[in-house]
């Protein structure tokens, strides 16, 4: 598969590549600095990786700047998770061009379904449609309105 890129504000890109991804670097930031993934092995984080639609953001030199990844059958539904960017990169508008590239890519054209959980990043979601559904503060959800090939 040939390598998918989003060009970004400043230099950034989004890239599908997952001979590009820094492991370690993925790995000590969810294991060591994540609110949610403390303690994950580098073991768990490669596979993690491997079995879903993951994509990383990357500084202009190239250094990984943030990581999100979707557990998707890449046909109905799909599950946002692991998304950061790292402390030096934010509030630049990436994790927003991030989340856009793992919604927009076309692996996940026809997928409706998707769902997430945030304690406190509800406003970066929201810019995409996602809502909080009734009586689950935690959760979010969005219906991909109108897929290129419904099912
Ligand atoms: C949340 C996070 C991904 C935002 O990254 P960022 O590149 O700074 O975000 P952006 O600059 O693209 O901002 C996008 C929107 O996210 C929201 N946002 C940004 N930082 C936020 C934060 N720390 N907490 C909650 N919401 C935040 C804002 O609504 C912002 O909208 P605006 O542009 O209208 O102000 C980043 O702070 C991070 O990695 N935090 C730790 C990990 C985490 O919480 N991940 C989300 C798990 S659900």
Do not use: C
């Not at 960017?85 to 379904?113: D, K, M, N, Q």
């Not at 509800?122 to 991909?144: D, N, Q, S, T």
Request: proline share 5%; no cysteine; hydrophobic share 40%.
């Amino acid at each position: 598969m040939s390598e998918l890129r989003t060009e970004l504000a400043h230099g950034y890109f989004t890239s599908d590549d997952k001979a590009r991804m820094d492991i370690d670097t993925i790995h000590r930031w969810l294991s060591e600095e994540s609110a949610w993934a403390r303690g994950r092995t580098r073991e768990t984080v490669e596979r993690s990786i491997r079995l879903a639609h993951a994509i990383g953001l990357y500084a202009p030199d190239g250094a990984q700047a943030g990581f999100a990844r979707a557990v998707t059958d890449y046909t109905l539904n799909a599950r946002l998770t692991d998304v950061f960017i790292l402390p030096a990169h934010r509030g630049r508008g990436l994790a927003t061009g991030l989340v856009r590239a793992v919604l927009e890519h076309p692996a996940v054209a026809t997928v409706r379904a998707w769902t997430l959980s945030t304690d406190d990043a509800h406003g970066l979601y929201a810019k995409f449609g996602f809502i909080v559904p009734e009586k689950r503060p935690g959760e979010m959800e969005w219906r991909r309105p109108s897929p290129p090939a419904a099912i």
